[in-house]
């Protein structure tokens, strides 16, 4: 079988791709796998190095305000159509999925009047635009939070698969991880990061209060600043900082550090939540007001309203507003324990292999 995966822009577009393709891969060893995006943006990058082939196209988003990039965006992407039917008639996929991101529209709308099978994955509670669109023409829609289900209009095609999740997450338990970290099994671990670039503001306010209660924190602090910002909030701190903090520019082993956390704060990105979910643990949204439509707030909103997460949005954040939150639940083991509860309910671990099942269902019946 032959598939074509589509999507990209940014690392919450290409990395469910990726997952998916593997899950593919997994089940079919001998599946051909292509991938299609753009020169620039991430996949350009992240699917070489995965070792599947990419071909690209010349597209670009929509601005909001019209003015004469939009129609230079308009001629690119009509121009792009023929591009795109080339590599699908010279490729010849048995089914095509998406993944998100303005890359994947005309991708995914020129197999589905081929009559193609298409598939589109929507990681965020609030769809994208370019999903809303294409789920009046493709023959099904893999959803990640149930919020998003009465956003699309083809609700009948709408099935909740949640957020392909990397495997490695589950596969270590809270003892070794914390032995690696040199952590003790009975002191508290609180985990902040904002992404894989850093969140300035966070940065700023984590700072802030490692400066008036670093004496004060009855538990162990990982901060991840983000490449960029690293030296910036050293220099902002002006405290010596005790063993029980520490304070890295990026966080590689990941896996670790989650698998020994007891509280999270964090972005409210797809794929952050959905792993969060998936381990139970209790979290401390805050939203990035940055992106798109607003999603990452609907992300942590799905979170807070089953009582899984915190949410504290950017404006509302200070020093002693997050030092309280974190505190209150550090203090309170039962609450911890609830929101743990809580959030398992909503992971969903086994997500790559639903959606590759919800795929080879329309395969067959498109085939009938």
């Known amino acids: 079988m032959k598939y074509i995966i589509s999507g990209g822009g940014t690392g919450g577009h290409i990395y469910p791709g990726l997952a998916i393709a593997k899950e593919i891969k997994a089940k079919e060893p001998d599946a051909e796998i292509l991938f299609v995006g753009t020169r620039h943006g991430l996949e350009s990058k992240l699917v070489p190095r995965e070792g599947y082939d990419i071909k690209f196209i010349d597209v670009r988003g929509f601005k909001r305000k019209l003015s004469f990039d939009t129609f230079k965006t308009m001629f690119k992407l009509f121009k792009s159509f023929g591009r795109i039917m080339k590599i699908i008639n010279e490729f010849k996929p048995d089914a095509v999925i998406g993944t998100g991101g303005y890359v994947c529209g005309p991708v995914v709308f020129s197999a589905a009047l081929k009559k193609i099978p298409t598939i589109i994955h929507e990681q965020n509670a609030f769809p994208g635009v370019t999903n809303k669109i294409l789920a009046r023409y493709v023959d099904a829609v893999a959803i990640s939070f149930e919020e998003s289900r009465k956003r699309f209009k083809a609700k009948a095609k709408i099935t909740l698969t949640g957020n392909p999740i990397r495997k490695e997450v589950f596969e270590l338990d809270r003892k070794t991880a914390r032995s690696r970290l040199s952590i003790p099994d009975n002191v508290p671990l609180v ?110 909103r799905a979170l807070e309203q089953r009582g ?41 671990k086994d997500s790559a292999a639903r959606i590759y099942s919800l795929l080879k269902e329309i395969m067959r019946s498109k085939s009938l």
């Open 191 to 300: 985990v902040i990061f904002g992404g894989s670039l850093g969140a300035e503001r966070i940065n700023e306010c984590v700072a802030d209060m490692i400066n008036s209660h670093c004496n004060d924190m009855p538990y162990h602090l990982i901060l991840s600043t983000g490449m960029k910002h690293y030296d910036e909030v050293m220099n902002k701190i002006k405290v010596k900082l005790p063993p029980t903090i520490r304070i890295e520019p990026y966080i590689y082993n990941m896996v670790e550090v989650l698998a020994s956390s007891d509280v999270v704060v964090c972005r409210g990105g797809a794929i952050t939540v959905s792993e969060i979910s998936a381990l139970g643990l209790p979290s401390i949204i805050i939203p990035s007001p940055y992106v798109a439509e607003n999603h990452q707030e609907y992300n942590a």
């Open 308 to 348: 899984a997460a915190v949410v504290i949005l950017e404006d509302q954040l200070n020093p002693d507003i997050l030092y309280g939150q974190i505190n209150k639940l550090i203090s309170d083991k039962d609450l911890r324990h609830k929101m743990h509860i809580n959030a398992k309910k909503l992971g969903i």
